[in-house]
């Protein structure tokens, strides 16, 4: 899949600004931050919903009180955040203000995300945001968190409010521009990863634990909270913030940063929406449920909508029971004239055989992935 191909659809963008990226002379970075909210305010006029995940309320807390060594002691940073986290807050709502756009604050913690009554309400409070054309502006409740109750970094709150608001796309914006194949401070060679499909070893090794002066989060830290998004079927990128157009360009689909890819089998089952149903007979049934086989032309006995090749389709059972989802490898129109036959007869009845299978098994999410749906 291309990185076009995987951003086409994308219109609700999770956006985790780090410390990095925000700090400057004064504690914040102001020009930076009004390129990245005019960048925001140009997505939102293209139909685009943008909720902002954002740190440094402790470094700018800590510029405010004149500290220039490390703070000491959680308090401390407590503290820091919270003169920093108004500070932050003033700021983006200036920025944002300036084209008649409201910005909502929340702040959170591991046991309001664990909680089941907590994790609806913040959910309901954010769908509700969005309806209203306001932008969330979300970092952690730095003040309440101590160690039990901790999410630890941005980078794995973002993760969790990725599932949360059913992000379409997240992008981590840092002080790199992107996940090396090698540490770049080390050797000249490095490279920047543009498309990760899996996440191997390889990548996670390719990703240290080093982090900037500010900030806790590091590329360790960004590679597992991808692991996460990918897995719920969110593409993820990570991306230098302090460039220019650098949000335009990425959700346009221009090669720069990291993407990672999210799971297939998740985005077939709970991403695409269906644009058509196969019944399949009691053998085609067996193939898919238990044999963990590829729907061939013979296993189909009705064919419902009008979809062409590559789109997602549902294998129903002749009871009407969903057992799968996966992208055809032919249109409706196709399907209606090779349902039922051999495989061997594709090449004479349509003139060409383009694949064996109606749906191959790589392609294909069955059942129990599809059962809340
Ligand atoms: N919540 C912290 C802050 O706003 C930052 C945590 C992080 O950078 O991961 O300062």
Redesign the pocket.
């Known amino acids: 899949m291309t990185r076009k191909e995987t951003l086409t659809d994308v219109k609700r963008v999770l956006i985790k600004i780090?410390?990095a990226v925000l700090t400057g002379d004064n504690g914040l970075d102001l020009d930076i931050i009004e390129q990245l909210v005019d960048d925001m305010v140009d997505l939102k006029k293209r139909g685009y919903h943008i909720v902002i995940v954002?740190?440094?309320?402790?470094?700018?807390?800590k510029h405010r009180m004149g500290i220039t060594g490390p703070l000491k002691s959680m308090p401390q940073?407590q503290a820091?955040?919270a003169i920093?986290?108004g500070r932050?807050m003033r700021v983006y709502s200036n920025a944002f203000g300036k084209h008649r756009i409201y910005v909502a604050q929340l702040l959170l913690t591991m046991s309001d995300l664990t909680d089941r009554k907590r994790f609806l309400n913040i959910r309901n409070t954010l769908s509700t945001l969005m309806e209203w054309g306001v932008v969330p502006v979300i970092?952690?409740n730095?003040t309440v968190?101590v160690d039990e109750i901790k999410i630890?970094?941005?980078?794995?709150?973002a993760a969790m409010i990725a599932n949360i608001t059913e992000a379409h796309l997240v992008i981590n914006l840092t002080n790199t521009d992107g996940l090396y194949d090698r540490n770049p401070n080390r050797s000249k060679k490095a490279k920047v990863i543009p498309i990760v499909h899996e996440i191997s070893e390889v990548i996670e090794q390719a990703a240290t634990d080093e982090t900037s002066d500010?900030?806790?989060?590091g590329m360790r830290?960004k590679v597992q909270a991808a692991k996460k998004v990918t897995a719920f079927g969110i593409p993820y990128i990570i991306a230098a913030g302090k460039e220019k157009g650098i949000l335009r360009d990425l959700c346009a689909g221009k090669d720069r940063g990291t993407l990672f890819l999210p799971m297939k089998e998740h985005l077939i089952a709970f991403t695409l929406r269906s644009r058509g149903k196969l019944t399949v007979d009691d053998g085609g049934k067996k193939a898919l449920v238990e044999e963990g086989k590829s729907l061939l032309p013979s296993g189909v006995i009705d064919v419902e909508g009008d979809f062409h090749v590559g789109d997602p389709v549902l294998c129903l059972d002749s009871g009407g029971k969903i057992l799968a989802k996966g992208l055809t490898n032919y249109g409706a129109a196709e399907v209606r004239k090779i349902m039922g036959l051999k495989t061997s007869k594709i090449q004479q009845v349509l003139g060409y055989k383009d694949y064996d299978e109606v749906i191959h098994r790589d392609n294909m999410a069955v059942d129990k992935e599809l059962q809340h749906r």
């Open positions: 780090g410390s954002t740190s440094v309320a402790i470094a700018s807390g940073k820091a955040a920093g986290q932050l970092n952690e730095d968190a630890g970094d941005n980078d794995q709150l500010v900030g806790s989060g830290s």
